[in-house]
């Protein structure tokens, strides 16, 4: 199946999933995961109108988007992994959105940085939702601070994004993390990928994170 025919079914899935929760497909942003992907692989794509696209690594981001936005310069950039607070100025001047704020440093370097650029681009708050030592996401009893810390920095707080644990149910993880952006007022919910992105936007998911369903398998560094 091509890029494109992949892009409709996922569209298509996203939609049979929307409608038991009474929702909108609009009010689910699908963002191509093109992380590894080169960027031949990406523009089938955005011919396609695909517009919100996920990167690990600034670097990355860096090599491929500055050529692909200068033909779609309404591309939308979403930076999704790990991102090291030497690295935050970089990630201001490139996303639109910055999926993975998880500590107080992160929240400093990136309001000084949005501040001297003059550009703010959204940020969602990493859960750690399931208390998994090896992954990225601020402790769930450590959210409010990390939250108000973020306001006082006057961060765009756009929701809340997690990981849920792998070969488990999500659906639980995932309803927590809703019942979290309810508590603290946030809308956004930055949840789902290839496996589970129906399950997330059954629970109320306003982003979701497809790689592998729509590029295939992910290509070997």
Not at 84 to 98: H, R
Not at 131 to 149: D, F, R, S, T, V
Not at 170 to 191: E, I
Request: hydrophobic share 45%; net charge neutral; aromatic share 4%.
């Amino acid at each position: 199946m091509s890029p494109p025919a992949r892009l409709a079914s996922i569209q298509e899935r996203v939609a049979h999933a929307a409608k038991p929760a009474r929702r909108s497909p609009a009010d689910v942003t699908l963002i191509a995961v093109s992380k590894t992907h080169p960027a031949h692989a990406i523009t089938p794509l955005l011919a396609a109108g695909q517009r919100d696209f996920g990167e690990n690594r600034v670097q990355e981001a860096q090599e491929k988007w500055p050529a692909l936005r200068e033909q779609w310069p309404e591309t939308r950039l979403h930076l999704i992994g790990q991102l090291q607070s030497n690295k935050a100025a970089e990630a201001v001047t490139l996303a639109d959105a910055i999926h993975a704020v998880d500590r107080p440093s992160l929240v400093s370097a990136l309001a000084k940085a949005m501040d001297t650029q003059g550009k703010r681009p959204a940020c969602f708050i990493q859960v750690n939702i399931g208390a998994e030592p090896q992954k990225g996401g601020c402790a769930i009893e450590e959210l409010p601070a990390l939250l108000a810390a973020a306001r006082v920095a006057e961060l765009p707080l756009a929701g809340l994004m997690c990981l849920p644990p792998a070969d488990v149910e999500p659906a639980p993880y995932f309803a927590l993390l809703a019942k979290l952006a309810r508590d603290h007022g946030l809308a956004g919910l930055s949840m789902g990928m290839s496996g589970d992105f129906e399950t997330a936007v059954l629970l109320g998911a306003t982003h979701i994170r497809v790689g592998s369903a729509l590029f295939g398998a992910r290509a070997s560094k």
